[in-house]
């Protein structure tokens, strides 16, 4: 069994180390015949003209795609849902996504969906496809003691597939999306670490489309096998639990969200191990920096003297900012990540010594329950260390950061939140927290938001987690909802994904009925 069940440890650190954390539900795999499930009504829904506002594209991009950058696209202008109909054989639908040839790509647990510009229904690929999915173990994989022959749970563990994000555009392949597992944990002391027998599992897939001379498709697949930079004896990054792909800042930068910290992978600069050590700063130093976290401790000052228990976990808020560095938020604390181009640096803070944190600012630490200043963990639990639960984070275009909460294993401490505006001038300096209520403010059905995503005219997305989307304006307060049966396949949403390398953009939806492309907003 994958992560199914709730967070219960939080190990007792001096020093380098960390703490570990579950992630997010990973929901139940429903498989069905082509033939089930309802009719869907692929068409428009009626909502009106679109209204995506002006361009905003932001600094300079150093070749990557702006706003708008690819037209129209080759997708309808309109609202378009994907179900049994179209080829998709299982449910619920993990993720949704579009790479640089606008290829859509949609995932279940079980397996990856590739739509083609002009294509009628989905190609599946699975395990027998080259993805790692559970029973389809990598043959060998590096560690510490060499090169591991068979490689020791090398593949996701149940239920498989938690997350994708499409990626960019090259020579010689036709499509790239990237593919999160679940891993397998035991939440025992060495759970992540050189001792654990199952580090090797989760992870992800790098996923390159590839053509034979007849035009048969195939899939390229390399594992990114998550390990500390600065040590081999920290496997701590296993599940993925959200990832973010850079199209316009600093092209094809991914990242990744985990269960205990936060990636940086250059995938286009991945090549096998050369020499006798697979770590080294040549091999792969050079393509992917592991990890870095903002950090809050459990009732207590992380600054504190003596032992202190550093809480860490389910970095589900991903969101490049303006400038091209990283927001974050996890299930204890928040932050910004600021951008540096080298791998064997970014994992590192600080940089330089007695330079400054990476993190500017950071949110979580030095908390005392009064719900003012600086170091609030965005929301206000009763103390520094308990769970804040944040679900996402976006970024926009006035430049205010919005956070949302959500619950994850229904424990005592386990509330939520609600959602929160952050502005500052600078960041973290003196800013201002804004919260409001999801269902008195927004006008969802519940408490839980699953995630939030900010349009380029200044509206939200928020998605709860079984009440479908409200497209809500904070400025003037105008909500709209959409509920299954009125463009999207299933008022259980999953996940969202905004696609601005189009315009109009295309708001992906994954649902527990299907997928929706909706680019005619209410």
């Known amino acids: 069994m994958g992560n199914v069940g709730k967070w219960a440890i939080a190990a007792a650190l001096i020093g380098a180390a960390c703490a570990k954390s579950n ?17 869907v009504d692929a068409g428009p829904l009626d909502a009106g003209p679109a209204d995506a506002g002006p361009p905003d594209a932001g600094p300079a991009d150093g070749g990557g795609i702006q706003f708008g950058g690819l037209g129209l696209g080759p997708w309808p202008i309109g609202n378009v849902q994907y179900s049994w109909q179209d080829g998709l054989q299982e449910m619920p639908v993990v993720g949704v996504s579009t790479d640089e040839n606008q290829n859509l790509w949609v995932a279940t647990n079980a397996a990856l969906y590739l739509l083609r510009p002009g294509d009628k229904t989905f190609t599946r690929f699975d395990g027998n496809s080259g993805l790692h999915l559970p029973g389809f173990a990598i043959p060998k994989c590096d560690d510490s003691a060499g090169l591991l022959d068979p490689c020791p749970a090398g593949e996701a563990a149940p239920p498989g597939i938690s997350e994708i994000v499409g990626g960019g555009a090259g020579e010689g392949y036709l499509g790239e999306v990237f593919v999160g597992y679940w891993a397998f944990h035991d939440w025992t002391i060495t759970d992540g670490t050189e001792q654990d027998p199952w580090r090797h599992s989760g992870k992800l897939d790098r996923v390159r489309l590839k053509a034979d001379n007849s035009g048969a498709l195939s899939l390229d697949v390399i594992r ?4 500390s930079n600065n040590t ?4 701590h990054n296993k599940s993925v639990v959200r990832m973010v792909y850079d199209h316009r800042i600093h092209p094809h930068e991914l990242y990744v969200g985990c269960d205990h910290g936060v990636d940086k992978i250059s995938p286009d600069k991945w090549h096998p191990p050369v020499g006798p050590w697979f770590l080294s700063p040549e091999n792969q130093q050079s393509w ?8 809050a401790c459990l009732h207590q000052s992380c600054e504190a003297p003596g032992p202190m228990t550093q809480m860490l976990a389910d970095w589900r808020g991903l969101a490049i900012a303006p400038d091209g560095d990283l927001w974050v938020g996890g299930r204890y604390a928040a932050g910004k990540i600021v951008y540096i181009a080298e791998n064997t640096e970014w994992w590192k ?4 010594p007695g330079g400054p944190s990476v993190f500017q600012p950071s949110y979580g630490d030095g908390y005392d329950g009064s719900c003012s200043g600086n170091a609030r963990p965005i929301f206000c639990p009763p103390l520094e260390g308990d769970p804040v639960n944040i679900s996402a984070v976006t970024v926009a275009k006035d430049g205010k950061v919005w956070f949302a909460s959500g619950t994850l294993f229904n424990e005592p401490k386990d509330v939520p939140y609600g959602i929160a505006s952050l502005e500052g001038n600078p960041f973290g300096i003196h800013d201002k927290f804004t919260y409001y209520d999801p269902v008195r403010d927004v006008g969802l059905s519940e408490s839980d938001v699953r995630d939030l995503l900010a349009l380029p005219d200044g509206r939200l997305v928020v998605a709860g987690l079984h009440s479908g989307l409200v497209i809500w304006d904070p400025v003037t307060g105008a909500k709209t909802p959409i509920r299954a049966g009125q463009g999207i396949p299933s008022d259980r949403v999953l996940r969202l994904q905004l696609d601005t390398m189009v315009d109009p953009p295309a708001l992906m939806v994954a649902t527990a009925g299907g997928a929706a492309v909706l680019r005619v907003l209410p």
């Not at 795999?29 to 033939?35: A, C, I, T």
């Not at 081999?232 to 496997?235: F, I």
């Open 23 to 39: 992630a997010t539900e990973p929901g139940n795999n429903v498989v069905s015949p082509g033939d089930a499930g309802p009719t």
């Open 288 to 295: 992917m920096s592991d990890h870095l976290h903002p950090q």
């Open 224 to 227: 990114f096998d998550m390990v």
């Open 349 to 352: 803070t600080p940089r330089t």
């Open 232 to 235: 081999v004896q920290y496997w």
